[in-house]
């Protein structure tokens, strides 16, 4: 069975801290995404990763940065948080990107 | 018009009953298609791909419609179970997947 995991299922951090979010997979996918769901938005995809230290940015990227240092890791980094990066953060990690995508139990954001 | 569009309902069905969604899109060079399920507070889980045959997984139904630029999904029997939010998803090619803002669903005793 695919596994996502995530590092935290909630986090409260305040304005202009740095932010580490983590996730791992157990599957060897070698893509890895992450997005964040906003209500009446729908998943928005951040960033993206296809292989070791490669990323692309997705439809958001910006205040967001990622590294990508081993395969089954992929970590989201918020610079300087502010408070409309207040959101759901998910996880994903496929095979390929018209392949399925498995999520992680995502992370609830709050920025004060 | 959003790239991929749902009605976010909430659709509510007694058991035993036949719903439908649809979920248009904008693009006709779409590739595929998939219709993914995420109960409440829990992470988005592939239901099933969207064929242009069609496609049937039990009581559920997938059809495509390349003409008019719509996806639905169709569910016989509803079950309490059922009740969730139903993502359509669209792979546009290279690594962009584009999800839907999702049709919530709510099935009654």
């Known amino acids: 069975d695919v596994k996502v995991t995530q590092s935290s299922r909630y986090l409260v951090k305040r304005t202009g801290e740095k932010v580490f979010l983590e996730c791992v997979q157990d599957?060897?996918?070698?893509?890895m995404f992450w997005y964040r769901q906003d209500p009446g938005l729908g998943l928005r995809l951040i960033y993206f990763?296809?292989?070791?230290?490669?990323?692309e940015k997705g439809d958001i990227p910006e205040g967001y940065s990622v590294s990508r240092e081993k395969k089954e890791r992929f970590s989201l980094i918020l610079e300087s948080a502010s408070t409309n990066q207040t959101s759901m953060y998910l996880c994903?990690?496929?095979?390929?990107?018209?392949?399925?995508?498995?999520f992680g139990p995502g992370t609830r954001l709050t920025v004060t | 018009r959003k790239e991929v569009e749902q009605d976010p309902g909430p659709f509510n069905v007694p058991e035993g009953a036949t719903v439908a969604f649809n979920c248009t899109y904008s693009?006709?060079?779409?590739?595929?298609f998939f219709w993914y399920r995420q109960d409440c507070r829990k992470e988005p889980k592939l239901l099933m791909s969207?064929?242009?045959s069609g496609n049937e997984d039990g009581r559920f139904t997938a059809q495509l419609n390349r003409a008019s630029q719509y996806i639905s999904l169709l569910i016989r029997d509803s079950k309490l179970s059922d009740s969730a939010t139903y993502l359509c998803?669209?792979?546009?090619?290279?690594?962009?997947?584009?999800f839907g803002a999702g049709t919530r669903l709510f099935v009654k005793a």
């Open positions: 994903a990690s496929g095979r390929g990107a018209r392949d399925e995508q498995y």
């Open positions: 990763s296809y292989d070791v230290k490669m990323k």
């Open positions: 998803v669209r792979y546009t090619g290279g690594f962009k997947t584009i």
């Open positions: 693009n006709s060079a779409s590739q595929s």
């Open positions: 969207v064929y242009s």
């Open positions: 599957m060897d996918h070698e893509n």
